[in-house]
């Protein structure tokens, strides 16, 4: 038995962004919360909780604002410090809800630059979390350096002027099932505002900065044929990182949605695995 539920909650500027949690039956061993990638939202994340709900794990995921069921022009942010406190908000609201209950938590694409950032910024806070894993993080990403230039161009003047991120849907899986219905998904958007261009490259550089910070036990998940989150970026921040928990999987010939590719059930294992040994 699975227990499906749907609210919002407040994130930075009283912002109400949509979220979801998926709980077992019974006891919880932990909770692990879902970070999605530019573009995709809460509901694309099936086989990871089809895995770990019969494990006795709850999941939480929310849409970022500008994606999914959030409000927000899609694919836009004012400053990178939006997605920093919508996620601080999000975990606070569940350490509320299940307080003592071990959290994990997990960013896929650029959802895992969102929580890197995070957790670099808030060492303290982060430091009660489990482990953080980062499932292709798009810490070098296979956008033209065309349009990147122009979204730095046009970040000053036009900051909302919107543009197809250019990403080849066929990039995502070599599932054809799954790329058919991403085809038809009404709620999955391709766009990127300068403004959200600029914010990306900077928080990136300051990422790398301060990745020998980083104490929290770490699992980097990635796609050796991923042309989107290139794994050069993962390997890069891996190598910095000072945690002596840490661990990195390159799947041969994987692309970039490894949570929907076709040796997904490989990697969801591996990444219950990691939850099973991290856990209390």
Not at 164 to 174: C, I, P, Q, V, W
Not at 252 to 258: I, K, S, T
Request: hydrophobic share 40%; with cysteine.
């Amino acid at each position: 038995m699975v227990y499906h539920s749907e609210d919002t909650f407040k994130g930075l500027g009283e912002l109400e962004l949509y979220y979801q949690s998926w709980f077992p039956e019974g006891q919880l061993r932990g909770i692990l919360v879902i970070v999605h990638g530019l573009g995709a939202h809460s509901s694309r994340f099936g086989n990871i909780i089809d895995q770990l709900i019969p494990q006795q794990y709850a999941i939480y995921a929310f849409d970022m604002r500008g994606n999914g069921s959030s409000p927000g022009q899609r694919g836009h942010i004012n400053s990178w410090a939006e997605f920093r406190e919508d996620l601080r908000a999000f975990i606070k609201l569940i350490e509320i809800q299940q307080p003592g209950c071990p959290i994990f938590i997990m960013g896929q694409s650029l959802g895992a630059v969102v929580v890197l950032d995070y957790i670099l910024h808030y060492p303290n806070e982060a430091s009660t979390l489990k482990g953080a894993i980062a499932l292709a993080p798009a810490l070098g990403v296979g956008v033209s350096k065309f349009r990147l230039l122009l979204g730095q161009l046009l970040s000053r003047i036009w900051p909302q002027f919107s543009l197809s991120t250019g990403l080849d849907l066929s990039s995502a899986s070599r599932d054809q099932k799954i790329l058919a219905a991403y085809a038809q998904d009404p709620l999955r958007h391709t766009l990127g505002t300068a403004r959200l261009a600029t914010e990306y490259l900077a928080t990136v550089d300051w990422i790398y900065t301060h990745a020998t910070e980083w104490q929290l036990p770490l699992l980097i998940l990635h796609g050796e044929a991923d042309k989107v989150a290139l794994p050069q970026g993962g390997e890069r921040f891996y190598e910095l990182a000072s945690a002596k928990d840490k661990l990195r999987i390159v799947y041969p010939g994987a692309y970039h949605e490894l949570h929907n590719d076709i040796n997904y059930k490989e990697v969801v294992a591996d990444l219950q695995n990691w939850l099973d040994c991290h856990g209390d």
